[in-house]
């Protein structure tokens, strides 16, 4: 007789399992086991984004550390005015607000003409700015600043209504700044620098949980990706890391907490599309 595997969703696991039970997880399309200290989520080619905890982050020093991946291209897969959105976690020590760095910066290369990137500024204010060559940045600043050695989430948005293109910023899942621009395509390339560097700008700064989404995220989804809630979903904690599947992820990189475990040179893309990336330099660190 055949049996019928039990189904949860990520909000709804048992509270008190037993090493081995098993569940199919409805929201995440996830097959997940709980191994006795944590669910381990397993889908039909492999390990999933999830195990349950958020144990490692990774650390960059400001003067050579990169995270590169190449094998994304958000430009073949939507277009030069399709939607597009980042999200992560960041921390900035102490000693690096007052001078300028990088949160996250997606482009074609290094000294890229072509790309989309979250920095912070001497001011100690966030910025995104998008570029597509000699045309005209749009760039949109927030007013708001950020404290030293404190966790951060970000969620950075890319959109086109016809010819005008939009920049978003959620930070905490409050919108901190918002623009347009018109008549511009700004073109991203490959995926080639999480973080790291533009030029001679090295990224100084934790990051944790970094995803691509090929839709722009709403303002409900930044909510819930900083409440640690499933997509629209409800009843998360505020500032808790979660399970980001149910969101579509393109590409998902847990900076420790993938199938790379806090060892290794390479960081696994968990949204199981194997947009690896390889880490230079950056550190494994423990919360």
Not at 183 to 189: K, L, T, V
Request: hydrophobic fraction near 30%.
């Amino acid at each position: 007789m055949p049996t019928t595997i039990p189904t949860t969703t990520s909000s709804t696991r048992p509270g008190s399992p037993s090493a081995g039970d098993a569940y199919f997880e409805t929201d995440t399309k996830s097959y997940i086991i709980y191994d006795g200290a944590n669910w381990r989520g397993y889908a039909s080619d492999g390990i999933s984004g999830w195990s349950g905890t958020n144990a490692y982050y990774l650390s960059f020093d400001g003067v050579d550390d990169d995270l590169i991946a190449t094998t994304y291209d958000a430009g073949n897969e939507v277009g030069t005015t399709g939607s597009l959105s980042v999200s992560g976690w960041f921390k900035i020590p102490s000693a690096q607000l007052g001078s300028y760095t990088q949160v996250f910066y997606f482009g074609d290369s290094a000294t890229s003409s072509n790309y989309f990137a979250v920095n912070i500024q001497a001011n100690e204010t966030l910025r995104i700015t998008l570029r597509k060559g000699a045309e005209t940045d749009l760039v949109v600043s927030s007013t708001n600043t950020i404290l030293a050695d404190t966790w951060y989430n970000f969620v950075a948005v890319r959109s086109y209504s016809g010819t005008t293109c939009t920049a978003t910023l959620y930070v905490n899942g409050t919108q901190w700044a918002t623009g347009s621009a018109s008549n511009h395509d700004y073109e991203i390339g490959p995926l080639t620098r999480w973080s790291g560097f533009r030029g001679d700008f090295w990224s100084r700064s934790d990051q944790d949980e970094m995803a691509i989404y090929e839709t722009a995220l709403t303002s409900g989804q930044a909510v819930n990706i900083y409440k640690g809630e499933s997509n629209g979903g409800s009843g998360g904690t505020n500032g808790t890391v979660g399970n980001l599947l149910s969101f579509n992820p393109a590409v998902w990189l847990r900076c420790g907490d993938g199938a790379e475990n806090g060892s290794g040179n390479t960081v696994y893309d968990m949204s199981l599309s194997n947009f690896n990336a390889t880490r230079t330099g950056a550190t494994y660190t423990s919360y």
